[in-house]
């Protein structure tokens, strides 16, 4: 070790080496051979004659950025068509000891004609059948100067880029995914700024420190330092604040459902999913309420296809897992490759209230991955960081109507042309007893497991749990592009109580206001209207609150044979919370595609507060 020069974090200094080596001052370390134009191997030196020195000057591929890159390829090459690392690679093994047959030279010679943008000859890969002998040979075909050599093709900047990522991370080259952020494989601000450093170095001229900030991928570096122009983004139309929607897409958890098509059924078949709570979450005090509507396997994630190592999706709250996979899901049945999406303006709008997860982490060893996988935000972030997606990335917490209030923003900013596409949706996961006994004691829930809506025996709600997200576009742009149509969203509205009889509390004239102007927003006359899906609590005070309003707006002018149905989801799977929204919206669209409004569950005497009129 000490015959090396070495920096403050233990790398090579490389030009220091190169100054005592030629100055004759540095300590022998290991001896090699000398090689002659064509590679061949010669006598070893041992009597220090200067033909070293000249082998160093005229063979050494650091010195030669044209031969360097030849190396570089062809190593590159070895790896991934025969699975050999770096330490089992020797550059004057011929390609037949490698098992490399006749159709393995045409394909050096594909790979080096890509790289270099010049044609070659079978001949010229068998003839000069080593690494070494065919960097020697199509070196000065090149160029031998920094000077030839300052703009390399892209295909041998990737080239070059895939080795050394390969190195650095100690896999296979045929590991790296070129459209993979470096991140993902390990490579630290440290790790960037030495790459830059090397590039520098072999392109011989200044390469920025930020480099694999701006550029974080090898497919983005390569096109930049070969000078390759990037697709110019179009310039989106301004959209209008007004305009259609189309829900092009849709998936979903939710208890007693994996998919869309088994919450269909559920919801057709009248199934309440209500259970007492699984033995992996806690076990219930006796003066806890035992009920919730639960998903299963929030404990499992595939973390490697997301491309998330094993060690922070430890760390991540299963809320964001639970968002990757539904929003990758949703995107499918949309018809859409989730990958083609890349550098797109697509937003993400995610509704998230509950932190459950963060009361099991050790408050002893705090690190990055369990603040990032805790993070509100970073729940919306990672599916735009996941897909390269370029839009708006939101999180929404206003309780029960955060997963609503996501696709209502999701809608405007499709309006207001932020977006082309956009994934909106929320989350909820009971995964510890705080929240369930807090409302217990404050007698919220239901004692008995059933959310009874509109029912004269309503007395209190059932908490829930799942997922839901909608795949979101302009109604135009949809109908243009082919896309499966769903739904249409015409219009929405949000707005708040003020100061009324509790922070809490729900309020009459406020929800009178919010339906007549989504009404308004949406161009429908509020007679129109033949289908409600409530917010439904099944509260005493809740109920009549929420129908009553629903009755000022839409009853006025209704002739008696448009009759408006009226129904809660919640009386299926409970209250998703955050995502309590979100379920209800993906009820009406799989009733409006079904043409079928599900049962309302758990209603034997209507509640005597409820106006219903005529």
Request: aromatic share 6%.
């Amino acid at each position: 070790p000490r015959a090396f020069p070495l920096t403050s974090s233990g790398k090579v200094q490389r030009r220091a080496c190169r100054a005592l080596f030629l100055e004759k001052k540095d300590e022998v370390a290991f001896s090699w051979y000398e090689y002659d134009e064509t590679g061949e191997m010669q006598d070893r030196h041992t009597d220090g004659d200067l033909s070293i020195l000249s082998y160093i000057k005229d063979h050494d591929p650091s010195l030669d950025p044209s031969r360097r890159v030849i190396h570089d390829c062809l190593v590159a090459y070895l790896k991934q068509a025969e699975h050999l690392g770096v330490d089992r690679i020797d550059h004057n093994r011929s390609f037949l000891s490698f098992g490399i047959d006749f159709l393995g030279i045409a394909s050096i010679k594909e790979e080096l004609e890509r790289a270099f943008d010049r044609k070659l000859s079978l001949d010229e890969i068998q003839r000069f059948d080593t690494i070494n002998k065919l960097a020697a040979h199509l070196g000065p075909m090149m160029g031998t100067s920094p000077r030839d050599f300052a703009h390399p093709t892209e295909g041998a900047i990737t080239a070059w880029l895939v080795a050394k990522i390969a190195t650095l991370a100690g896999i296979s080259p045929k590991q790296i995914d070129t459209k993979r952020p470096f991140a993902q494989y390990g490579l630290d601000s440290v790790v960037a700024v030495g790459l830059s450093g090397e590039l520098s170095e072999w392109l011989g001229r200044p390469i920025a420190a930020t480099l694999a900030y701006d550029f974080p991928t090898t497919d983005a570096m390569a096109r930049h330092l070969a000078g390759t122009k990037a697709p110019v983004p179009t310039t989106r139309k301004t959209a209008t604040a007004t305009g259609a929607i189309a829900i092009i897409g849709i998936g979903c958890r939710f208890p007693g459902a994996g998919n869309p098509e088994e919450f269909r059924q559920n919801l057709k078949n009248g199934v309440d999913a209500i259970g007492r709570v699984p033995e992996s979450r806690w076990t219930p005090t006796e003066d806890s309420v035992p009920w919730g509507g639960f998903i299963e396997d929030v404990d499992r994630f595939d973390p490697l296809f997301f491309g998330i190592s094993p060690r922070e999706a430890k760390s991540m709250d299963p809320q964001q897992r639970l968002l990757l996979e539904v929003g990758w899901e949703a995107l499918e049945n949309a018809g859409i490759a989730p990958d083609s999406l890349a550098g797109s303006q697509s937003g993400v709008f995610i509704g998230i209230s509950s932190h459950d997860y963060a009361r099991y982490l050790p408050d002893a060893s705090p690190h990055l991955y369990a603040e990032t996988g805790n993070a509100f935000s970073i729940a919306a972030s990672r599916l735009s960081y996941l897909l390269d997606l370029r839009g708006p990335s939101k999180a929404v917490d206003t309780a029960c109507s955060s997963s609503l209030v996501a696709v209502h923003d999701a809608c405007q900013s499709l309006r207001l042309g932020e977006s082309d596409l956009a994934l909106a949706g929320g989350v909820n996961l009971m995964l510890s007893p705080g929240a369930t006994e807090s409302f217990t004691a404050a007698q919220m829930l239901s004692p008995d497991g059933r959310c009874k809506t509109f029912d004269a025996e309503a007395d209190g709600y059932v908490r829930g749990e799942g997922c839901g997200m909608v795949v979101l576009k302009r109604l135009d742009e949809a109908r243009k592009d082919g896309d499966p149509i769903l739904a249409v969203i015409r219009g929405s509205a949000i707005n708040q109580d003020g100061r009324t009889n509790g922070i809490t509390a729900p309020n009459g004239p406020a929800q009178q206001a919010v339906i007549r102007q989504a009404l308004a927003n949406a161009g429908v006359a509020a007679s129109e209207i033949g289908y409600v899906e409530a917010h439904g609590t099944g509260t005493p005070l809740g109920d009549p609150i929420e129908f009553n309003s629903l009755q000022a707006v839409l009853a006025p002018g209704r002739s008696p044979d448009r009759i408006c149905h009226i129904g809660s989801v919640k009386t299926n799977i409970g209250h998703l919370e955050a995502a309590a929204g979100i379920a209800g919206l993906i009820k009406a669209v799989l009733a409006l595609q079904h043409q079928e409004i599900p049962p309302h569950l758990h209603l034997e005497t209507l509640n005597p507060q409820l106006e219903t009129g005529n």
